[in-house]
């Protein structure tokens, strides 16, 4: 794209995409080629035509990070308002489901033969934590109302399992009716015998011209050796054939394909009807039954179909689809303008059920979904015969050096001798747009890896031999910020972290953690073991905490003499009412104020309030965390100038001038084994089990089903996707790419065309200025000195504690004004709402929002976090929070906390809060007059607060 006065010039594939408004199109956008750009420009050039407006088109997307930029790129390239798109159609797949559902879905399970119905009040439930809670508890009266299925839940390790395998059908567009399934479900559940026997076939030739025996007789060298089968089972030497056998007989794949699951099924059906029907009686709907519903209500109502349907659709990373997708997106096009854009080699999310064949087939899934769905009558009216493809071929991102290095990686073996059939001539061959290719493609190895990576950063941090393009296209040397450190898995992300902690390296974590696992939860994790029955498992990593020996916590906890300080925290942790307000009291203590105690705390109370569970059962919710590893998305700042460290799939989409891919060793990357669940679905052998109970032998036993150890051997073990991450992890680097290993380095490293050098490992802390990140536009220095308080660890937090949370008076009160869980969503619409996210109030208290924002002038600054350092009895004491807003004007400085609150009981309370962030503000300001109020969303007033003085700060901290 080449600059012009008025903004990037297309390219010659970009014009073309741009221009081509009417037909069938599929895009190939690899990585850097400017496709949102392009998308951007083409649906301005459609939007532009008299007889057209923004509702006429569907644009899907993936995020609704990704829909407001989309928004905002098209009012910069049409005559639209950003408030004239407000409402148009450039959305999720499931944020388009949800308006459709709300508008004419109130019917919609009728369809499938349900009685419950859709309300214009049911919840979306987008937390996969609580969803999980809310299927535990389903689960557990449905194993109550269904005793004949006892011998399924013996073989069950996991409640989540089913749900997996529920979300999973749904996502192929397998649904239950009241009496069976939904359609065709069924023969999908049975599998297909033809499409398996070709892939048993294939693994079962013998190899080196009929001399060495097949991969699948080898692979099955070991059958039976770690398992137990039942008695029916062949023997080792049946199933693969006498010595000098060069495969198994051909009909192993009917023996092993055809396995009575008559039974299978029925549990599967009951399980999964009956918990639309518990989602739906408790008025709540999640991601994947949205498109459920959506889907069903499409297809059985001609009326809504034709109202709902658009004269243009397009899709955004096609690749990213799951198979209801495409077939939502075929049921709502009116006419063949359809235009998917995608990239087949950044395909990496099949654990969301997103399926490469969408893009990889699209010409041979879109004949077959649309047959498929015109099977009874006519859904997709359009001829799918004419499909144009375009190839966006310039990339804007890397150097040719990465360029050529990423196209190598997908032709490269994850293991020793694998077979890789993707050859270049599959790939688009993209050509560089870099200002200049200076690239460093190598790898180090150390035994210490993390170490190591440090190492390397200090020796790229200001080395010319690394320069990175600055702002004014010229060689500059990196900093910090240039450099991203890629991951397979969280694990290593985490253990980096605690490394570079030790040596006070500025390195901070984006994306998912594992947030059960997380120092503040094992904590939270021992107190309330404590307050449950002063159990010693909580009292022994409570005493760790403080320092205590192993010797000396045996003694104690032998005599149960603990310390006084402990001991009154605990007594004062039993006169809290609510989880809510131990969680926070606990989190304080030990100075967990930041966004993993900020998202700790969401999480309990979120739980707390939307199930039924008791404080035990909250401990074995936190227990079930660390087993599972659970994770929520989170960011955390280590400073303006600090090393990111992502997992590959988090950094998709992203681009850094450094990439440093760790973690390339033997058994990580990929994982040497999957967790493979007792009960799963899978193309093409429908829906299977791993383990069977049979009460056919002398005791009682839980079987491993040789049929499953079979089939998975002839199933593709998924290293295809391993390459695409791989890919995507180079091409996140626009100028150089490093790969670091341990003691052994993966296959991936070993065959990729970098040298790999055994580095010295020599860390050095760091010599640098701290400062925090922020939106304002001038730097905050962080004074020197601990953290050792929040605003709310010095207010008087009993006051915010209901006597009965779940008394049959409460549930009176208006639920929407009761608990951190609705405070917390109001405070994320006032966020998103302030820096122009789309989103739409849903209830009183954001529309308040809505009104006070739209009156404010000047310039609005969002979640800023605020440091003040106070002196106390000859120490440095520091207090940390975050301003919810701030409003900067000619002459004015306005500090704005929402609260949710009905009352003003608790105002003396935030004024303590209020008077720590007026402190901070009126430094940073001198020269203009500072105010602090709260705006109460219960009725929209705005209270100004009178704050408290720096000596009258310093005493609350003394008292504390």
């Not at 949800?98 to 019917?107: I, M, Q, S």
């Not at 070991?222 to 398992?227: A, D, E």
């Not at 990576?453 to 040397?477: H, W």
């Not at 503040?520 to 022994?540: C, F, M, N, T, Y």
Request: glycine content about 6%.
């Amino acid at each position: 794209m080449c600059e012009s006065s008025s903004g990037p010039t297309p390219n010659e594939r970009q014009q073309e995409l741009i221009e081509s408004t009417e037909g069938l199109y599929l895009v190939d956008a690899g990585p850097g080629t400017g496709k949102t750009f392009a998308i951007t420009r083409r649906y301005g050039t459609i939007v532009e035509q008299p007889a057209v407006e923004p509702e006429d088109i569907l644009l899907a997307t993936f995020t609704r990070g990704a829909a407001t930029e989309m928004k905002e790129r098209i009012v910069d390239q049409s005559t639209y308002a950003l408030s004239d798109l407000v409402d148009a159609p450039i959305q999720t797949f499931h944020s388009y489901c949800h308006d459709l559902l709300n508008e004419h879905g109130y019917a919609a399970p009728t369809h499938l033969g349900l009685d419950e119905r859709i309300t214009g009040s049911t919840q979306i439930i987008d937390d996969e934590l609580i969803e999980a809670e809310r299927f535990r508890e389903f689960l557990s009266g449905f194993r109550d109302e269904h005793p004949e299925y006892t011998d399924l839940y013996r073989v069950l390790s996991e409640p989540g399992e089913l749900l997996d395998v529920i979300t999973e059908l749904a996502s192929k567009g397998i649904f239950p009716t009241a009496e069976g399934w939904y359609r065709d479900g069924e023969s999908h559940l049975d599998g297909d015998l033809e499409a398996f026997t070709a892939q048993f076939d294939a693994v079962n030739q013998p190899r080196n011209d009929g001399r060495k025996q097949s991969e699948l007789r080898e692979a099955l060298s070991g059958f039976g050796r770690t398992k137990t089968y039942h008695p029916e089972a062949p023997s080792k030497s049946e199933l693969r054939g006498g010595r000098g056998t060069k495969q198994l007989d051909s009909a192993v794949a009917r023996t092993v394909f055809e396995e009575d699951r008559t039974g299978l099924k029925a549990f599967v059906h009951d399980v999964y009807v009956e918990y639309l029907q518990f989602a739906l009686r408790r008025n709540y709907l999640t991601f994947s039954f949205l498109q459920l519903f959506a889907f069903v209500l499409l297809c059985e109502d001609q009326r809504v179909r034709q109202a709902a349907q658009f004269e243009y659709v397009m899709v955004d990373e096609f690749q990213d689809t799951s198979e209801i997708q495409f077939k939502l997106a075929l049921l709502v096009c009116g006419t063949n303008n359809v235009c998917a854009v995608g990239d087949w080699k950044q395909s990496i999310y099949s654990f969301q059920y997103a399926d490469v064949r969408n893009i990889l087939n699209f010409e041979d899934r879109l004949d077959q979904f649309a047959a498929d769905l015109n099977k009874d009558t006519e859904r997709v009216a359009f001829d799918t015969d004419e499909l144009t493809r375009i190839e966006l071929e310039e990339n804007y991102r890397s150097t040719e050096s990465i360029i050529e290095l990423s196209e190598q990686t997908l032709t490269t073996p994850a293991t020793s001798g694998e077979d890789v059939s993707t050859t270049l001539d599959d790939v688009v061959e993209l050509s560089a747009n870099a200002a200049f290719d200076n690239t460093v493609l190598e790898g180090i190895q150390h035994e210490d890896e993390h170490e190591a990576v440090l190492t390397k950063i200090q020796a790229i941090v200001g080395n010319d031999e690394y320069a990175v393009e600055g702002e004014d296209g010229t060689p500059r040397p990196p900093e910090c910020q240039d450099i991203a450190v890629f991951t397979r898995t969280r694990d290593y992300g985490r253990e980096l972290l605690d490394v570079a902690a030790e040596y006070d390296f500025p390195m901070a974590y984006d994306g998912g953690i594992e947030l059960f696992r997380t120092d503040p939860a094992k904590l939270l994790l021992a107190w309330l073991r404590i307050l449950e029955s002063d159990a010693d498992r909580g009292w022994v990593v409570v005493l760790e905490e403080i320092g205590y020996t192993f010797d000396e916590i045996e003694h104690l906890l032998e005599t149960e003499s603990y310390p006084p300080a402990p001991v009154a925290f605990r007594d004062d942790l039993r006169e809290l009412a609510s989880v809510g307000a131990v969680t926070r009291r606990v989190l304080d203590r030990y100075g967990y104020t930041g966004d993993t105690g900020d998202v700790l705390l969401h999480t309990i109370q979120s739980v707390y309030d939307s199930t039924t569970v008791t404080r035990g059962e909250l401990i074995q919710f936190i227990e079930r965390g660390i087993e599972t590893g659970a994770t929520v998305d989170i960011s955390a700042n280590a400073g303006a100038n600090a090393v990111t460290v992502q997992t590959i799939h988090a950094a998709k989409g992203l681009e850094y001038p450094i990439v440093i891919l760790a973690n390339m060793n033997d058994g990580r990357f990929p994982p040497r084994s999957r967790g493979s669940s007792i009960i799963q679905y899978q193309d093409p052998v429908g829906l299977r089990q791993r383990k069977c109970y049979s009460e056919a032998g002398a005791y009682p036993h839980v079987y491993d089903n040789w049929r499953h150890d079979v089939i998975r051997r002839c199933l593709p073990r998924g290293y295809d996707e391993e390459r695409r991450l791989l890919y995507v992890a180079v091409t996140r680097a626009e100028q150089h790419v490093v790969f670091a290993a341990g003691d052994e380095p993966n296959t991936f490293l070993e065959e990729l065309p970098v040298d790999v050098e055994t580095l010295d490992v020599t860390v050095e802390p760091l010599d640098r200025t701290t400062s925090t990140a922020a939106e304002l536009p001038f730097a905050i220095t962080t004074p020197e000195g601990p953290i050792g308080h929040t605003p709310h660890s010095l207010m008087d937090e009993t006051v915010f504690e209901e006597t009965d949370e779940r008394s049959e008076a409460s549930a009176e009160v208006d639920s929407e004004t009761r608990g951190l869980d609705f405070g917390s969503q109001v405070h994320e619409f006032a966020e998103a709402y302030a820096l122009g996210d789309e989103v739409t109030p849903s209830n009183p208290h954001e529309q308040r929002i809505v009104e006070f924002l739209e009156g404010l002038s000047g310039e609005l600054y969002v979640e800023e976090p605020v440091t003040l350092p106070i002196d106390v009895d000859g120490h440095r004491v520091t207090i940390s929070g975050i301003v919810d807003l701030v409003q900067v004007t000619a002459e004015h400085v306005a500090i704005v906390d929402y609260k949710t609150d009905r009352t003003r009981h608790a105002q003396p309370e935030y004024r303590k809060q209020l008077s720590v962030y007026y402190h901070v503000l009126e430094e940073w300001f001198p020269e203009k007059d500072v105010t602090a109020s709260l705006f109460y969303t219960s009725d929209g007033s705005l209270e100004r607060i009178e704050p408290l003085t720096i000596v009258e700060l310093g005493e609350l901290v003394r008292n504390r």
